[in-house]
């Protein structure tokens, strides 16, 4: 895969997942208090994990022609930690 094809399929796939968190922050707003402060404790976990990816995926973007490969893998394996992350969450929180 070429950098600008990964490019866009991590920019893809953290837009996905700040869809998800927002949906976890809705659920959040209207949940009781007990839940909301789990709940919460969740969706900040996810920011931080999503904070990561998206500084990754920059590094990449910014990273010369001959570091970017060795960024790749660390920008992926972060969206696929967020990824295993916000589905936890969701499926927790359903």
Known sequence: ?????????????????DA????????????RTDARASLDRQIEELRSKRASAAQKLDG????GEDAWRELASGAERALDDLKDSVKTAVSKFQ
């Not at 490019?7 to 996905?16: F, G, H, M, V, Y």
């Not at 998800?20 to 949940?31: D, G, N, T």
């Not at 990449?60 to 990273?63: I, T």
């Open 1 to 17: 895969m070429d950098r600008e094809a990964l490019i866009d399929k991590l920019t893809a796939q953290l837009k996905e997942w």
């Open 60 to 63: 990449v973007q910014h990273a």
């Open 20 to 31: 998800e968190i927002s949906k976890l922050e809705a659920k959040a707003e209207s949940s």
